[in-house]
């Protein structure tokens, strides 16, 4: 009996602890929850705009500014007037109608790519197709310590601050004080602090601190990378070796080939190893689509001889001709896949049974022939029916052509100078 009474107790000691289980980890989903949800409330006020913000307004790729939010600040482009307070409380990536809600722009968030093709020129920039290749190619990432000069309008250096991150630390020199107050702002305004921008000529003096002068905290040998964009870079290699630590890297940047070839003898002569020079070339490619007329309308000569009609299409000849040309080719191709059909079709007959008699095969030749001429019929009947009871040529079919294309610039752009690599040993 009493042992019945013990295994009952240890039974609903059981229960209990089960239940406390079950309901601890309701409790732990409720708050996991919770949790998630604060979250995805944080993500979404971290999208929304709010005063001091950057937003790139953006019409198209080859229209756009980028703006810090502020009191009655305001948008204008061709379609009107975006004010400020209107943006505010939108989310990144929203778009927003001007007052006669017949155009729209988007608001961006910057970032690294928006931010080179917004920023002010103060200077020749590097553009992202560089960018990308000198940051990849130094192993700049979060953490590093980088070293750069000059800041000019500070479009690297915003692509070096953002990669590696609050853990690592910029150091850029400009000799020009207004570009170095501008490189401060630029910086700062996307709301970085991981960087110090000095004004300093950096071929006479270098890059580590001088006793009483501006204060930070660059190290000899603490860079993992230094890139040098100001004329005559190969006299500054001796200083980039100074702050360079083992196995650090070293890009110089020159706009001629001259250049080049100093950098990289200095590099050399500084024992700087796996010495290579790229170009890199960025070659955009469009997506394009375009309507053409029917070719009766191409060849009809009232329609080629009136130029009113012409200029309504807003094809030249020439592009007329080549879609004429296109036409013709797809029909005899079309003919000659007929042909070829009737051919396979003859010859699987003919391998299906041997004992096939002439005259039977002769039959079936002049049954494909028919055939064939009847879809021509059948194809000249259409023509006729579309184009009016005039008969035209069978080449001839009215039809709207829409062709989807891509196509890339006659000249390579992108060509803005050539980039030296050296590692530090
Ligand atoms: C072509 S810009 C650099 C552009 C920059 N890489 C960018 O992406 O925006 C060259 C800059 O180097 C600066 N500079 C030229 N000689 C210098 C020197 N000896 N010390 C420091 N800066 C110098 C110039 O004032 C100029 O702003």
Partial sequence: MEGEIQAQNAETEQQVKNQNEQSQQSANQVANEEVKQSDNQQQLLSNTIKYGDQVVFYESVNSMKMQTIVENGFFQNRFGYFGHSEVVGKQFGQKIFNLKKNAFIYLLRPDPVLITDTLSHLTQILYQADISYVISKMNIQPGSIVVESGTGSASLSSSIARTIQDEGHLYTFEFNEARAKNGAEVLAAQGLKNFDVIWRDVLSNGFMPIPGERVYNLKEHSADAVFLDLPRPYEAITHAKQVLKKG??????????????????????????????????????????????????????????????????????????????????????????????????????????????????????????????????????????????????????????????????????????????????
Wanted: proline share 4%; with cysteine; glycine share 6%.
């Fill in 248 to 425: 650090g890297r070293l890009c110089c940047f020159s706009p001629c080939i001259e250049q080049v070839m100093k950098n990289c003898e200095e590099m050399r002569i500084q024992k700087f190893v796996q010495i290579v020079t790229i170009e890199v070339i960025q070659r955009p490619f469009e997506r394009r689509e375009r309507t053409f007329q029917s070719a009766f309308q191409v060849l009809n000569p009232n329609f080629i001889n009136n130029k009113r009609k012409r200029d309504e299409v807003g094809d030249n000849a020439q592009e007329q001709e080549n879609i004429q040309e296109d036409q013709q080719q797809q029909i005899a191709a079309e003919d000659e896949n007929e042909n070829n059909d009737e051919e396979n079709n003859q010859d699987d007959e003919q391998g299906e049974d041997e004992e096939e008699s002439q005259e039977e095969a002769d039959q079936a030749n002049k049954k494909g022939k028919q055939n064939k001429n009847n879809k021509k019929d059948k194809r000249n009947k259409q023509q006729n029916n579309q184009n009016g009871s005039k008969p035209i040529p069978q080449f001839i079919r009215p039809q709207i052509t829409k062709v989807v294309y891509s196509s890339g610039p006659k000249e390579i752009k992108g060509h803005t100078g050539y980039l030296s690599f050296g590692i530090c040993i």
